[in-house]
C-alpha cells in the first residue's frame, strides 16, 4: 500500500481489496441472492472487485441487526464517555490506515491518492474524533412551567439510523454520517454509491477492531433503486440521511412519506456562485476561482460553478485564468510523475468516476457549445483509456432567466425574450465552470440568487462592506469570504432550497440522531 518509489518516479501502488462482502451483525456475509457486481477502475475500465450485492432481503437483515443491537445492545446505553473512548480508537485506526484507505478510495473513485490522503481520510478522521469529543456532551434542560409543575428534557438517541452516501466523497461522507449518529447511541445501517462500494466495506471492519459492538454499524453495498430504495422506505429505520442528487431525494421523501414518515435529511445538488469584485487580488482570485471549480474533478456538490467577476477586472480575469489553465495536468496520479505528488496534485484532472458521468458531462459541454457559449480553455476529452475530460471554462454564457432580463435591462422596456443557457442553470458536476461578468453588487446578488439550488457561495473582495452585503444576501447554506473549499468538522455543512435541509458536521448534526423527550414532574403543592 501507499507509495512505493520505481524507475518514472514517485507512484502510487493499488492496495489489495480485502472486504468485498456486506457487513451485516460484525461478520462480513454474501448477499442472500448470492449476486455480487463489478466495481471498477475509472482509469482503466479494469474490474478491481466483485463485491456483494445486496437487495431488500439483505437490508432486512442489516435493519433487524441494528434494530437488535439498539433495542437491546450496549450502544445506546453505555455512558457517552465509553462511546466517545471506542469512537477515538475508531479514528486513531482510520488515520494508521490512512495510506491504504487512500489508495483504495483513489482506485475506485479515480481520485488523487496523496488529496484523498490529506484531504478525505482526514477529514474523515477529524469528524470522528470531533464526534467522540461530543458523545460526553449530550444533555437536556430544565425549564420551569406554569404553576405547580416543572419540566426538564431528555436528549435520548433516534434509533436506527440510514444512510445513502454518494461516491465522489465516500470516506467522508461515510464518517460524517456514522459519527454524530454513533455519538448520539444510534445505531445504523449505511448503503454506499455502487460506483464506489470498497472504502465503506474497509471502514466497517476497522469499526469491528475499534470494538464497537456488533449491529451497531452495518454496511449493504448495492443499488440505489434495490437496496437504497428498501433503507428509504423501511419501517423499522427511524430516519434518513441522504448525500446525493436532488432527483434522488426526492425519491428518498417520498419513500419516507410513504411508508413511516421517518424524518429525513438531504444534502443534494448545488449551482454555486464566486462572485469576485473589482478590488480582488487578480492572482489569488485565479487561483480561488480555479481550485473551487476544479477540485476533485468538479465532482463536488460545492463547486463554484458559476464565477461572476466584476467587468473593471473582467478581461484582465479572462486572461489570466486562460494563462493559468496552460499549465493544468489533466492525467493518471498513479502512472504520470508530473501528477503522483507534490502541489501538482491540486493542479491536476484526473478521471472522472466512471463512463455515465463522463459522457454526462460532455453532453453538457456539448450543448453549452450549441447553445452558443465561447469555450475559453479545454472543452475536450482525453483520447485514452479512463474519463478523463480537459478543464472546461466557458465564457459569453447567458444565465439571465426572463425576470431578470426585464428587471435589470436598461434597454428601455423592450424586453428580450431570452431563457438562460442550461449549463448555467443545471449542475453539472464536473470540470466545468461558467464565467460570467457583472457591473453592481446588487446585479451580482440577484444572479446569484436565481437558482434553485442554495448550497454554497463566495465571495471574494477587500470591502467588508461588501462581504458583508453579499453574505447576508445569498440564499445558501456555506458562505466563504477570500476562500473556497475550506471545510471543518465543527462548522455546519448543508443547504437551502432545492440543495436540500438538515446539516451534517457541526453540533447541529447531533440532533438530527436525538429524539427531544420532555419529562414534567409535579412540585409540592400541585392539586396531583
Ligand atoms: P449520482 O446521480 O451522482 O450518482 P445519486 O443521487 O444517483 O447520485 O446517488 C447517490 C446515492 O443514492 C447512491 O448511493 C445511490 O445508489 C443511491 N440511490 C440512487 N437511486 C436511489 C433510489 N431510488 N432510492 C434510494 N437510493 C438511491
Known amino acids: 500500500s501507499g507509495e512505493k518509489t520505481n524507475g518514472a518516479g514517485l507512484l502510487f501502488v493499488p492496495p489489495e481489496v480485502k472486504f468485498t462482502k456486506l457487513f451485516i451483525n460484525g ?59 471506542i469512537m477515538t480508537r475508531f479514528a486513531d485506526l482510520v488515520e494508521q490506515h490512512a495510506d491504504e484507505l487512500a489508495a483504495l478510495e483513489s482506485l475506485d ?12 481520510i482526514a477529514n474523515a478522521v477529524e469528524s470522528l474524533r470531533y464526534f467522540a469529543g461530543a458523545a460526553d456532551k449530550i444533555h437536556g434542560e430544565t425549564l420551569k412551567m406554569q404553576g405547580q409543575f416543572q419540566a426538564y428534557t431528555l436528549r435520548e438517541p433516534l434509533g436506527v439510523a440510514g444512510f445513502i452516501i454518494p461516491w465522489n466523497f465516500p470516506s467522508t461522507m461515510f464518517a460524517i454520517k456514522v459519527a454524530p449518529a454513533l455519538a448520539a447511541g444510534c445505531t445504523m445501517v449505511v448503503k454506499p454509491a455502487e460506483q464506489t462500494p470498497l472504502s465503506a466495506l474497509y471502514f466497517a471492519n476497522l469499526a469491528k477492531q475499534a470494538r464497537i459492538p456488533d449491529g451497531v454499524i ?57 462572485i469576485i469584485f473589482d478590488d480582488a487580488d487578480l492572482d489569488m482570485a485565479v487561483e ?28 484582465k480575469f479572462e486572461n489570466k485564468l486562460a494563462e493559468r489553465m496552460k499549465s493544468w495536468i ?56 479512463g ?49 460570467m461578468k457583472f457591473k453592481t453588487v446588487e446585479e451580482a446578488i440577484e444572479r446569484a440568487n436565481d437558482t434553485k439550488y442554495g448550497l454554497g457561495a463566495g465571495v471574494v473582495t477587500r470591502d467588508l462592506d461588501v462581504a458583508n452585503q453579499v453574505v447576508r444576501s445569498v440564499r445558501a447554506g456555506v458562505v466563504w469570504v477570500n476562500c473556497y473549499f475550506a471545510m471543518s468538522s465543527d462548522v ?37
Open 387 to 435: 474519463y478523463y475530460i480537459e478543464p472546461t471554462i466557458f465564457t459569453d454564457v447567458k444565465d439571465f432567466a426572463l425576470q431578470h432580463l426585464y428587471y435589470l435591462s436598461d434597454l428601455g422596456g423592450t424586453f428580450a425574450a431570452q431563457e438562460g443557457m442550461t449549463i448555467a442553470k443545471e449542475e453539472i458536476f464536473g470540470p466545468v465552470m461558467c464565467l
Open 218 to 274: 452495518n454496511v449493504v453495498t448495492g443499488f440505489g433503486p434495490t437496496a437504497g430504495a428498501a433503507l428509504a422506505s423501511h419501517m423499522e429505520v427511524d430516519m434518513i440521511s441522504f448525500t446525493g442528487s436532488t432527483e434522488v431525494g426526492r425519491l428518498i421523501m417520498e419513500a419516507s412519506a410513504r411508508s413511516n414518515l421517518k424524518p429525513v435529511s438531504l444534502e443534494l445538488g448545488g449551482k454555486s456562485p464566486l
Open 288 to 315: 480561488l476561482a480555479v481550485s473551487a471549480n476544479l477540485f476533485n474533478k468538479g465532482e463536488a456538490c460545492i463547486a463554484a460553478s458559476r464565477v461572476y467577476v466584476q467587468e473593471g477586472i473582467y478581461d
Open 27 to 85: 461478520r462480513f456475509v454474501d448477499a442472500a441472492s448470492g449476486r455480487a457486481f463489478e466495481t471498477r477502475d475509472p482509469r482503466t475500465g479494469d474490474v478491481i472487485a466483485t463485491v456483494a450485492e445486496g437487495d431488500k432481503e439483505d437490508v432486512e437483515l442489516a435493519v433487524r441487526a441494528a434494530r437488535k443491537a439498539f433495542d437491546h445492545g450496549e450502544w445506546p446505553r453505555m455512558s457517552g464517555s465509553e462511546r466517545g473512548r
Open 330 to 385: 489533466v492525467g493518471d496520479p498513479f502512472s504520470d510523475p508530473r501528477v503522483s505528488q507534490g502541489p501538482q496534485a491540486c493542479a491536476s484532472t484526473p478521471t472522472l468516476v466512471d463512463k455515465t458521468q463522463y459522457e454526462r458531462v460532455l453532453s453538457y459541454i456539448d450543448h453549452g457549445k450549441k447553445e452558443g457559449a465561447t469555450v475559453l480553455t479545454g472543452g475536450n476529452p482525453l483520447v485514452q483509456k
Open 492 to 528: 455546519p455543512f448543508g443547504g437551502r432550497k432545492m440543495s436540500g435541509f438538515g446539516k451534517d458536521e457541526g453540533m447541529h448534526a447531533l440532533d438530527k440522531y436525538l429524539a427531544l423527550k420532555s419529562v414534567v414532574t409535579p412540585l409540592r403543592g400541585s392539586p396531583w
Open 109 to 120: 473513485a479515480g481520485k488523487h491518492p496523496a488529496v484523498t490522503k490529506a484531504v478525505d
